[in-house]
């Protein structure tokens, strides 16, 4: 893999692997895998997936989530939901290593259909690490920095800013604040990287680079980006930042994300 993501062919290469789990996770992730094998079974599962900052390498003890990503042969239902939920609350309480575990569920014809090809498909093949099953990857195209994926990954940014302004006109508490800071400061400077993406030609998940490789090409809306990268690692509660993020930087990159990609094809 080359410095900008890619693989000697010019497709973005596969991020992570169990290989690049720590020591200090290692326990966490052979747990998540019994769990998950055991919850939902072969009649359910389909295959599951490692995404984010730990099979990457770069998970912080006591920072960092588990993130999983859970093929079903069905579409997921309200009991599957439940036991996601169940899943999270254990590796959560019994690892005080990880701040928290997400399991998104999704059935496999959602995965291979042909709307989310560049985006719940590139997700999959590109940023997801195989844990149990068959790796649905392998149905998939490979995928290069192109337009049309930056528009399918990113292009529904203008859709959240009322949702978001929403959240924050309705937060009564700090955990509130932060939990939508952190989201949506991730949501933006993700936007931000695929905004240049193919100009750039390549593909990272690190925020720091994204917000710097972003700031070649919009040099005027860098201090902005900068701090949601910062926002997006160290939540804030403070409403100076929060107005900044949604109420300036956020209309301006949908703007011009739209401009320059178009809008994501519409989802049911």
């Not at 690892?95 to 997400?102: E, R, S, T, Y």
Request: charged share 25%; hydrophobic share 45%.
């Amino acid at each position: 893999m080359t410095t900008t993501g890619l693989d000697d062919d010019g497709h973005i290469a596969r991020e992570g692997s169990l290989a690049r789990v720590t020591a200090e996770f290692t326990p966490v992730v052979d747990h998540a895998r019994a769990l998950v094998a055991e919850r939902f079974g072969p009649d359910r599962l389909h295959s599951a997936y490692l995404y984010g900052s730990i099979p990457r390498g770069t998970a912080l003890p006591a920072v960092s989530d588990l993130d999983l990503l859970l093929a079903l042969h069905h579409g997921p239902t309200p009991a599957d939901r439940a036991d996601a939920d169940a899943l999270e609350a254990t590796l959560d309480a019994d690892h005080p290593q990880i701040d928290g575990a997400g399991v998104l569920l999704f059935s496999t014809a959602t995965l291979l259909s042909d709307l989310e090809r560049h985006d719940l498909g590139w997700f999959l093949a590109c940023l997801c690490t195989p844990l149990l099953g068959e790796d649905l990857a392998a149905r998939l195209p490979r995928y290069r920095p192109t337009s049309l994926l930056a528009r399918e990954t990113n292009g529904d940014l203008a859709l959240l800013l009322p949702r978001w302004r929403e959240r924050a006109a309705r937060a009564r508490t700090e955990a509130e604040l932060r939990t939508l800071s952190r989201g949506a400061a991730r949501k933006l400077v993700r936007s931000g990287l695929t905004l240049v993406m193919p100009r750039w030609g390549g593909w990272t998940s690190d925020l720091a680079a994204s917000a710097e490789i972003f700031a070649r090409y919009y040099p005027e809306r860098a201090p902005q980006m900068r701090l949601a990268a910062t926002t997006a690692r160290t939540p804030t509660t403070d409403p100076a930042v929060i107005a900044t993020l949604l109420d300036d930087l956020a209309p301006w990159l949908a703007a011009e994300y739209t401009a320059t990609h178009g809008v994501k094809a519409p989802r049911p």
